[in-house]
């Protein structure tokens, strides 16, 4: 197969993949196998994939929709500046997060790795256990070790997924701030990406007929804690 086809066949799989697709798993698409189900021959390399992926970006260039890489693979998106356009087919807006709900994600994102004390701490009031939970079930948080203090407290530290969702391909790429323990302001712009971008990612998915859309629900128990905080 010359790059041409090898690129064609690329573009094909990204664009009807569900889930970003990794360079391990692109190379499975060109292994042919024989009788016994033994490779054929050496199919076509990593870094010939790389190449070929890049040369996808260029092709894609200036057009509404894009290829990126993320943290757990390649994916084509809408450009930012198509959003305007893409709500008017999906106007009805995901629901919104609870602050208390985001300080405690972007306290992990930023400080991580960091126990429920250090989070409690930094945010001055008890962090409720649901709320590190519903983190933990939507593939955002996940524990990453313990501190070695008594009681072994779980260090808690963003996936993957959680980049993938932000559309980011490492924690280099968060919004800088400074202390986050310092600033409102500093929590207020990261609140505000978070929420921009979760929101796209539900969106788009909701665009894709062959898959749900993130669930977004903000549950009663969160926005209580919220009102509780405020009171």
């Not at 509404?64 to 994916?75: K, M, P």
């Not at 859309?213 to 549950?219: E, F, H, N, S």
Request: proline share 5%.
């Amino acid at each position: 197969m010359d790059n041409l086809e090898a690129k064609k066949v690329l573009e094909t799989a990204l664009l009807c993949a569900r889930e970003p697709l990794s360079i391990h798993s692109l190379k499975k698409l060109f292994v042919e196998l024989d009788d016994q189900d033994r490779p054929r021959g050496p199919g076509v390399g990593a870094d010939t994939i790389k190449e070929l992926l890049e040369e996808l970006r260029l092709d894609w260039a200036g057009k509404g929709v894009e290829v990126i890489s993320l943290a757990t693979g390649w994916r084509f998106q809408s450009r930012p500046e198509m959003k305007l356009y893409l709500d008017r087919l999906n106007p009805e807006k995901p629901a919104r997060y609870t602050r208390a709900t985001l300080e405690t994600l972007a306290i992990i994102a930023y400080r991580q790795p960091v126990t429920r004390g250090d989070i409690e701490e930094i945010r001055g009031v008890a962090v409720n256990s649901q709320t590190i939970k519903m983190l933990e079930d939507r593939g955002w948080v996940d524990a990453i070790g313990y501190r070695d203090v008594v009681g072994r407290p779980a260090l808690l530290g963003t996936t993957k997924q959680f980049l993938d969702d932000l559309g980011l391909n490492s924690l280099s790429q968060l919004p800088p701030l400074q202390q986050i323990s310092d600033g409102q302001n500093a929590m207020e712009t990261l609140e505000a990406a978070l929420q921009e971008n979760f929101e796209k990612a539900a969106q788009e998915s909701a665009e894709q007929e062959t898959g749900p859309a993130p669930d977004l629900t903000v549950d009663a128990e969160h926005n209580q804690e919220t009102n509780n905080e405020q009171t």
